[in-house]
């Protein structure tokens, strides 16, 4: 819409329930991963349960695939990056006693290095494709990118902690968050600074007895 246009910096605040109020959390460079989408779809040959040898199971291979995405963080990713690889659902099958011919799986992985975040999806596919051809299914992976990490311009630094002395803010170094935060978008448009800004709370962001002081 234009709103942009014009604007030299931009700078935005999350509360964080693990500070006290009156403290401010800055951190220079990465300070909230990157999130992306994928989808994995499974397909099998369904069959009674009672003889599987005549069926190639989607559900046993899926739990295959997930101990196997994992090794993707800890073994194909520096140690010296981060990076979470979760399945968050799996899903096949109708009745107790019989092989389903399809499973659907799905998850997010978050990144904090654009290089990490580019090398994850091809991994992915590698992975799911070859266990799925080993016990003779066929597999897709849907990659859905979604939001970049939240990336700190370090020239704001000064900006943002001459702003929180005048306000009496105590300063911290903010930890780093794997949650994702959609003011990275604006970041890829115009120099920005993201900050938390501690709240007092007794529970953890999206926790239903989450409060704030």
């Known amino acids: 819409a234009g709103v942009l246009d014009g604007v030299d910096a931009i700078f935005g605040m999350h509360n964080k329930p693990d500070l006290p109020v009156g403290t401010i959390g800055i951190r220079e460079k990465a300070l909230m991963a990157s999130v992306d989408r994928f989808e994995i779809d499974i397909k099998g040959t369904g069959g009674h349960a009672g003889i599987p040898n005549h069926t190639v199971d989607p559900i046993a291979i899926s739990g295959q695939i997930t101990s196997a995405l994992q090794q993707i963080v800890s073994r194909r990713i520096s140690s010296l990056h981060h990076a979470v690889v979760s399945i968050t659902r799996i899903q096949g099958g109708t009745s107790w006693n ?3 011919d399809r499973v659907e799986m799905e ?6 290095e654009p290089e990490v975040r580019a ?9 799911v494709s070859g266990i799925a051809e080993g016990f003779g299914a066929e597999a897709e992976v849907r990659w859905h990118p979604y939001l970049p990490s939240v990336m700190n311009d370090e020239r704001l630094t000064k900006v943002v902690e001459e702003t929180a002395g005048s306000l009496d803010l105590h300063v911290v170094q903010a930890e780093q968050s794997p949650g994702g935060e959609d003011f990275a978008l604006y970041q890829e448009r115009i120099p920005g600074f993201f900050v938390w800004m501690g709240t007092s709370g007794t529970r953890e962001w999206h926790h239903p007895a989450f409060t704030l002081n």
Do not use: Y
């Open 119 to 127: 090398m994850i999806p091809e991994l992915m596919k590698q992975i």
């Open 107 to 112: 998850g997010t992985v978050r990144t904090f």
């Open 98 to 100: 019989v092989i389903p």
